[in-house]
């Protein structure tokens, strides 16, 4: 599924993901820091199965995949992802670590969450690992607050986490 236009921040244009973004994509989910809490396996273990699901992902009918780049360069930055499930969307996110601390994932959920309520979602949702911080405080800026116990497997491992669901309900004043 496709947006009808890029979402865009201050500093970011958020637009759709296309097939030439697949290493970029891939440089970051199977990056053994960046894609440390990440279900993607990493770069050594990324097999053959994995990676058609990567090529699928352009004609996804299931959600959306974004890629943020820079607005002055062009430069991705990061990722995200969103999954309609009736009135709430299920998301993902990643900010390559060179980026990491700019707060450019804040700008990015900030403009994804906007994003949602204008499509007529109703609330947010997403999995993340017990021992993310990062990712735990940014989903606390937002107001997200824990929604059930989860447990989820690094693929290509035999690495499991411990996380939680966290569900954030849009009100009107976003």
């Keep these: 599924m496709k947006p009808d236009k890029p979402l865009k921040t201050n500093r970011m244009i958020i637009r759709s993901y296309t097939a030439k973004d ?32 990567i090529d699928e992902m352009e004609k996804c009918e299931d959600g959306y995949y974004f890629i943020a780049e820079l607005k002055d360069d ?47 979602g109703a609330s947010v949702t997403c999995e993340v690992a017990d021992d993310n911080a990062a990712s735990l405080a940014l989903l606390k800026k937002f107001g997200f607050i824990k929604d059930g116990k989860s447990k989820y497997k690094k693929r290509g491992t035999d690495i499991y986490f411990d996380a939680h669901y966290y569900r954030l309900d849009l009100g009107s004043g976003l």
Excluded: R
């Design 74 to 120: 062009a430069i991705p930055v990061g990722t995200c992802c969103a999954f309609p499930e009736g009135k709430n969307y299920d998301i993902g996110y990643c900010i390559s670590k060179e980026y990491w601390k700019q707060g450019l994932g804040t700008e990015m959920i900030s403009e994804l969450i906007k994003w949602i309520a204008s499509q007529g």
């Design 22 to 53: 697949k290493q970029f994509c891939l440089s970051l989910w199977c990056d053994k820091e960046n894609g440390k809490y990440m279900s993607d396996p990493e770069t050594g273990d990324a097999d053959k199965k994995y990676l058609s699901l």
